[in-house]
């Protein structure tokens, strides 16, 4: 079974500019959450969807979105970026049977 | 707040000898518990999780944790350090009914040769 994919693993922005990260889950999952990695602010909830709806959403400005297609594949778009949104995004695709989630290797950004 | 503790921020062992990486939690019930390990540069593996029943639960790479509830904790152990276990731990909660993971701080294991 194949595991979760993310795209692009590395991306160079810069201040003010928009982004767009994707993510594909594991077959079958329909569930996929989003988390932002920084050295400063460790491992934070961005948000949640599950059959193309938003279910939750962490502590982020309005700068940070997503959105999910009928396929189960995941967008995240940061827009105006700023030198603080450099950091892993982590993408994860979620059991629906025992509420694991299962990570993606990352998309690493870089903001300058 | 809901919180998850991870007390030790490095911890450096010898290769073969014991490991215990200590998580605490803030939660007035009982959570979803899971621990994480992230290599450099790489996502986050799921070493092993605890819903509910035995309270000792089995993970990958020869990992066990046991919950205590009376502590509020869920300690990682491995009875032997391999160096391919020099890595960071991430001790993980779920607080309601939704998949938002609440993460420890870390854990930095290194292992001396």
């Known amino acids: 079974k194949a595991g979760v994919t993310q795209t692009p693993r590395y991306l160079i922005k810069t201040r003010g500019q928009q982004v767009t990260l994707s993510c594909s889950p594991i077959s079958g999952h329909r569930s996929v959450s989003w988390y932002q990695q920084t050295p400063g602010q460790g491992l934070q909830f961005l948000f949640e969807y599950f059959s193309e709806t938003q279910r939750n959403k962490g502590n982020f400005p309005g700068r940070f979105s997503g959105r999910q297609f009928s396929n189960s594949r995941s967008e995240m778009n940061v827009s105006t970026l700023e030198l603080g949104d450099s950091a892993l995004y982590l993408c994860a695709s979620n059991s629906w049977t025992g509420r694991e989630q299962y990570f993606g290797p990352g998309t690493r950004l870089t903001v300058t | 707040a809901q919180s998850v503790t991870q007390p030790d921020i490095h911890i450096t062992v010898s290769e073969g000898a014991s490991l215990e990486l200590r998580c605490n939690y803030s939660y007035g019930a009982t959570p979803y518990l899971f621990w994480y390990v992230q290599s450099p540069g790489q996502g986050l593996q799921l070493l092993l999780k605890?819903?509910?029943?035995?309270?000792l639960v089995q993970g990958i790479k020869g990992f066990e944790a046991e919950f205590k509830r009376s502590q509020s904790s869920f300690n990682l152990r491995k009875p032997s350090v391999h160096w391919s276990d020099a890595a960071e731990y991430f001790c993980?909660?779920?607080?309601?009914?939704?998949?938002?993971?609440?993460f420890g701080s870390g854990t930095r294991l290194l292992v001396r040769p």
């Open positions: 993980a909660v779920v607080m309601d009914s939704s998949y938002k993971l609440i």
């Open positions: 605890y819903f509910s029943g035995d309270t």
